[in-house]
């Protein structure tokens, strides 16, 4: 999920606060273990932060778990415990040798075992710990912390896949993994006698991913709803002022998997057909990036001083996120396929609940979202013009889009409602 998704006030919202506090979780606690977890970057902010809220609104006692270097605002927020001293996120197992990093990948799932155990030794039980973004570097830690304390210590463990095992080549759905992969299908076995018992679940937020990682190791995780507090209702018509420009946004942490580079080209090439269009682009900007050499990828300089083009570099709020998403008409969305065919975007599922259209790439995640629930329109994977094309027939046909959109964000807010995830998350049926 990207940073900025927070509670609304609307009155749908309200029906949901209701909702959600029905429920019979009293006595009931939650650990939510995120090692990443140090700001408001990425998406380990606000997932958390929505996980916390939605079950503590529910009545849970919801203890958090971050990484040490945890903003002190954010940790009083949410009430973290501020104790992994490392994150693998930060790429410190990140050798040139192979066997470093597999031993890496050992010394890790080590630590985390280690940090947890003393953890819930001082604070347990409970009834469940989640953990949502696990990889193969914590998948062994979790089941040596499980022989060691579940049952008593720990209920149930819930672990959430949200990255890719494996690849997909082009116009392929099967995916492909590497030898390597074959340390984490190990570990996932060992969960089945746990899982078996109802002491362990995996979950992913994709139907796509459930079929890879069971395409992986023969256990189907479970497909878990986006834990988002919806924004307001959107209005019925927009409320648009006559003739003003169409705000494309591109928001959430830029990254070159995510098609900068190619919605870059597309907007230059945009401005260069239609120097009088009606597009205003918004792009969040604010972490370095690195292309696919792994050297640094700069903001398009003709774009920059652009007066139709707007960088936002700096890291931002939740509620100056949910401006942006606000006075956006059309979420740009280019994402590449090899990264994004089974992975979902929050960025997307914002949109959508929100009623606003968005530009996305044929084949992924992201198209199965706006066919089900949204409105918008697909464009090719990597193609530059196709995108730019996309953008022109948005502004020349945005209020059919727009109205398409918001007809049907009522179906997207139930589909990732609060109350689904709590759900979920508790098997309340």
Excluded at 21 to 29: A, F, N
């Amino acid at each position: 999920m990207s940073a900025g998704t927070s509670i609304g006030s609307g009155a749908g919202d309200e029906r949901e606060r209701s909702a959600i506090e029905s429920t019979v979780l009293r006595g009931r606690r939650m650990l939510v273990v995120e090692e990443a977890l140090k700001n408001e970057s990425g998406h380990w902010y606000e997932y958390v932060k929505s996980v916390a809220e939605l079950n503590r609104l529910a009545g849970a006692e919801t203890v958090v778990v971050s990484h040490a270097d945890t903003d002190p605002a954010i940790r009083r927020e949410i009430g973290a415990h501020a104790v992994f001293p490392w994150t693998s996120w930060d790429n410190v197992y990140r050798y040139p040798q192979a066997l470093r990093r597999y031993l890496g990948i050992a010394h890790h799932n080590i630590r985390v075992y280690r940090v947890m155990s003393r953890f819930v030794k001082q604070h347990g039980p409970f009834d469940i710990l989640f953990a949502p973004t696990v990889a193969i570097h914590h998948v062994i830690g979790w089941r040596l912390l499980m022989a060691r304390h579940g049952g008593r210590g720990i209920g149930q463990i819930i672990l959430l896949f949200r990255n890719n095992a494996g690849s997909y080549a082009d116009d392929s759905k099967t995916p492909v993994f590497k030898r390597s992969t074959n340390i984490l299908k190990w570990a996932l076995q060992s969960f089945r006698p746990l899982i078996a018992r109802g002491r362990a679940r995996f979950a992913t937020d994709s139907k796509k991913l459930a079929f890879e990682y069971k395409h992986l190791c023969g256990i189907e995780p479970e497909v878990f709803p986006s834990p988002r507090i919806a924004p307001p209702a959107p209005p019925s018509p927009p409320l648009r002022a006559a003739g003003a420009p169409v705000i494309f946004s591109c928001l959430g942490p830029a990254r070159f998997e995510k098609g900068i580079d190619v919605m870059q080209a597309a907007i230059r090439m945009y401005l260069e057909r239609y120097p009088a269009g009606r597009a205003h682009f918004v792009i969040q900007w604010n972490d370095p990036i690195l292309d696919a050499d792994g050297a640094p990828y700069l903001p398009d300089p003709a774009l920059r001083t652009d007066p139709r083009v707007e960088l936002i570099e700096q890291t931002m709020s939740s509620a100056a996120y949910d401006a942006a998403v606000a006075r956006t008409d059309c979420m740009l969305l280019p994402y590449r396929r090899a990264s994004y065919f089974a992975r979902i975007s929050g960025v997307a599922v914002e949109a959508v609940t929100a009623g606003v259209p968005v530009i996305y790439t044929r084949d992924t995640w992201n198209e199965d979202l706006v066919v089900d629930l949204g409105a918008g329109i697909g464009v090719a994977d990597n193609d530059v013009s196709g995108l730019a094309d996309a953008i022109a027939t948005m502004v020349e046909d945005f209020d059919r889009f727009s109205a398409e959109a918001v007809a049907r964000a009522d179906a997207a807010r139930h589909s990732h409602s609060p109350m689904a995830f709590v759900s979920k998350a508790w098997g309340l049926g």
